[in-house]
């Protein structure tokens, strides 16, 4: 829709004040939302207030509730669990309580609250919003104040920000601390599978989700576990059989451990729990499989956050505070969240009524319901699970007589080795023999192709870079050798994981169809890339671990920054021609500028941005970080500037710069590469399966249409397969970059929090949703 761009700068604070608090159960990335609602808030000028200890100090009022600076934030970004404290609060469930709770905030002018919590804490502050005017009019009657402030402060703005580790609460993809406990799960199973492996040793493992079973999912499809147990959805009656058959399966297929992950919560049919112990003890006695638990507990809520965590935390933030500062006494409480990509409002109590929907029907043992409740997200984890956990039998597989060829091209990416694994067992499963091509492109010129096995692609979930081997090379150069192989194997379809590279090789078998049939065949492309450049997807496979390990690194740096005082770090990221990790990388870690091509730059900018800091190290805060993507300028480079700021800086500030190279490239994938590679991995093969039924005729695959060579990316909100031939009008070959990229409009988000003065097109927030409406293919923040 073409609307006039709205800006926040008409938007005004002045004159408002604005309590933060934290509540419930902690959560990483929560002081990511604190740092970014105090920040927004002082530059709208607003005043804001930290409400320490929760609920609990509001009701205690004194010096739990305090006016905070821009300064009262810094260095809490990477800090895990919540800096104000959060705290069970049995008074403010009384009326009493919450009389008091209004007494403390009127004294300060507070009537805009931002709540950063789970249903509980969400609900509470609901409840308090209703009675609001009736707890003012009690305070004036006992004349504890005037009839002026029952006016003035008549009415209290909530805005909620779902802060909980389980991802329980309906209408937002992700809760703050989510990936970040996925983290924690996913380091513990990748260290636990190397001494299983050594002992040929079964693991339970007991991982946090009392009425939630998303992390136990997950935490499965992410490490490729034998078995799940989670509330949603119980496991049918004889469970104990199918169990210990597959176990003893897979060690019959030399497979030398096996992981299964339980839900604290996870049940039978008959609502009976299924404790890890009782796990333990059936594999023992039925196997006599070496057996151990491992219960990992409060470790999920803690460390530092995730890059993702902490993104997503500052966007909610700054959305909270847009929306308080938008909100009337005609707008319901709400929630913001993410769907995809997109920042959304939700009413709160629509959010709340279905979430407790969900623990009804699982009460009713209405499972089937409870997992669509869930959200689509949800199911679709699910169904991929149980596609790639479980061989069929041989007989009871259909026989397509297709051929399907996968490959890697481009550098390597994290999360390449699930979308293999994935690919390979779900072609399996439609019936199709799967031929691996070694090296690219390359390797397929020469004939380095190999049919591979269910069993091949065990546990190549969690390994990082590419095991098929990937090249750059393009196929232009052999188009008549890769026919041959072609012909020779006999393959009916092609697909493709890879960056820039695989969209161009793509697009150049699609053009080369008129001379050579043998590629008039489907062909899938799967986006995998660390600099997130491809056009037709918002997001690449790789991109989320590259930025973990940017931010780790930058944590480290700032780290020994403070130590030093006054110092300021120049670090160059990857990423070629395109910002997205330089950018993404310094809203995640605080940084106070990102260089990048798509924003063009000059001296003058520079020396803004030196000045900037040189205002900034008269404050407590004395170091500074600035990212440069590798290539946003050829005459700026990472030296020209280290020098500049260096000479500037003189008497003021010292500089030190690192360049961070491979590294990005490397280490274990994420959790959410892992997924996001398996599942988008699964949806290609099944397109590819539904477009070779649609093109056999006459006993031989006839695929002619720019339908059938396609990308899989995600826009906004949905995964959409689009012909690469119409996503070539997109994309700005000379710089390998789309024409158009969705990220930068979050460029001011990290502006502002660095104390910069932006304007920040607001026009896509604003809209309050209803939980029903949100379109149910919303696949890309969640994993």
Not at 77 to 101: N, W
Not at 177 to 202: F, K, P, Y
Request: proline residues 3%.
């Amino acid at each position: 829709m073409d609307h006039q761009p709205k800006f926040f700068e008409n938007l005004s604070g002045a004159g408002k004040a604005i309590g933060v608090l934290t509540s419930g159960g902690d959560a990483q990335g929560m002081n990511a939302a604190v740092r970014a609602v105090v920040r927004m808030g002082i530059y709208v000028n607003a005043k804001v207030y930290f409400i320490y200890e929760g609920y609990q100090g509001m009701v205690d009022g004194g010096d739990n509730i305090v006016e905070v600076s821009w300064e009262s934030v810094s260095s809490i970004l990477q800090v895990g669990g919540t800096v104000i404290g959060s705290a069970r609060c049995k008074p403010f469930r009384t009326r009493e309580g919450r009389l008091q709770a209004a007494f403390n905030l009127v004294q300060r002018g507070i009537t805009n609250l931002c709540v950063i919590g789970g249903d509980g804490s969400l609900t509470g502050a609901n409840l308090f919003r209703e009675e609001w005017s009736g707890l003012l009019e009690e305070l004036a009657q006992k004349g504890k104040i005037d009839a002026e402030a029952v006016k003035k402060y008549a009415y209290l703005n909530i805005v909620g920000m779902v802060g909980s580790i389980d991802n329980d609460f309906c209408g937002t993809d992700m809760t703050i601390g989510t990936d970040s406990a996925l983290h924690r799960i996913i380091e513990v199973v990748d260290a636990i599978m190397t001494t299983a492996q050594s002992h040929q040793r079964t693991f339970v493992l007991e991982v946090m989700g009392r009425h939630c079973g998303y992390l136990a999912l997950v935490s499965a499809l992410a490490c490729g576990a034998d078995w799940v147990f989670i509330p949603e959805y119980p496991p049918e009656e004889g469970w104990e059989d199918s169990m210990c058959t597959k176990l003893s399966e897979n060690r019959a297929r030399k497979k030398r451990l096996n992981i299964i992950i339980v839900a604290e919560g996870a049940i039978d049919c008959h609502n009976k729990p299924i404790t890890s112990e009782k796990v333990k003890d059936l594999v023992v006695q039925r196997l006599g499989f070496d057996t151990r638990v491992t219960i990992l507990g409060h470790v999920q809520r803690g460390g530092t956050p995730s890059a993702f965590d902490r993104i997503l935390a500052s966007r909610m933030g700054v959305e909270a505070v847009l929306a308080l500062l938008e909100a009337t006494p005609a707008t319901p409480a709400c929630v913001v969240s993410l769907s995809g990509n997109q920042a959304v409002r939700l009413p709160l109590m629509e959010c709340v009524q279905m979430t407790q929907e969900v623990q009804k029907a699982m009460d009713e043992g209405r499972f089937l319901e409870a997992v669509k409740l869930r959200g689509r997200s949800f199911e679709n984890n699910l169904n991929t699970y149980k596609l790639l956990s479980h061989k069929k039998p041989d007989a009871e597989l259909p026989k397509s007589n297709f051929n399907v060829a996968v490959l890697n091209v481009g550098a390597p990416a994290a999360g390449m080795n699930a979308a293999v694994r994935a690919a390979v067992r779900v072609g399996i499963t439609e019936g199709h023999k799967i031929f691996a091509v070694i090296d690219g492109f390359e390797g397929f010129a020469r004939g380095k192709i190999k049919e591979i096995s269910w069993g091949d692609v065990g546990g190549w979930t969690g390994q990082g870079g590419s095991i098929l081997g990937t090249k750059r090379t393009l196929p232009a150069k052999y188009l008549e050798k890769i026919a041959d192989q072609m012909r020779t194997n006999n393959i009916n379809a092609l697909m493709v994981i890879g960056g820039f590279e695989a969209f161009e090789s793509c697009l150049q078998l699609y053009e080369a169809r008129a001379s050579f049939e043998e590629f008039r065949v489907p062909m899938c492309v799967v986006p995998a890339t660390i600099s997130n450049n491809v056009p037709g997807t918002d997001n690449c496979l790789g991109t989320d671990t590259a930025l973990n390990a940017i931010v780790e690194t930058c944590d480290r740096i700032k780290q020994s920054a403070s130590g030093t005082k006054r110092r300021v770090f120049i670090i160059e990221t990857m990423g070629g021609y395109c910002g997205y990790l330089a950018n993404m990388g310094a809203l995640a870690a605080g940084a106070d500028a990102a260089y990048i091509f798509e924003e063009q730059f000059d001296i003058r900018e520079l020396q803004a941005n030196v000045e900037h800091l040189t205002e900034k190290m008269k404050t407590s805060i004395q170091r500074g970080l600035v990212l440069r993507n590798e290539n946003c300028n050829e005459n700026y480079t990472t030296d020209f500037i280290y020098q500049l700021y260096s000479e500037e800086g003189k008497g003021v500030f010292d500089c030190r710069k690192n360049v961070l190279g491979h590294m990005q490239q490397g280490g274990a994938p994420s959790p959410f590469d892992r997924n996001f590679g398996t599942k988008i991995s699964a949806k290609a093969m099944q397109w590819i399966s539904k477009k070779l039924k649609e093109t056999y005729r006459k006993g031989k695959v006839f695929a002619n249409t720019d339908d059938s060579v396609c990308l899989l990316g995600i826009r906004r909100r949905n995964l959409v397969f689009q012909p690469v031939a119409e996503l070539k009008s997109e994309t700005d070959f000379v710089h390998r970059i789309p024409k158009e990229q969705w990220w930068l409009k979050l460029r001011p988000l990290m502006k502002i929090l660095a104390k910069y003065k932006t304007s920040y097109d607001v026009s896509d927030s604003g809209q309050l949703e209803h939980v029903a409406m949100l379109p149910k293919e919303a696949e890309t923040g969640a994993i």
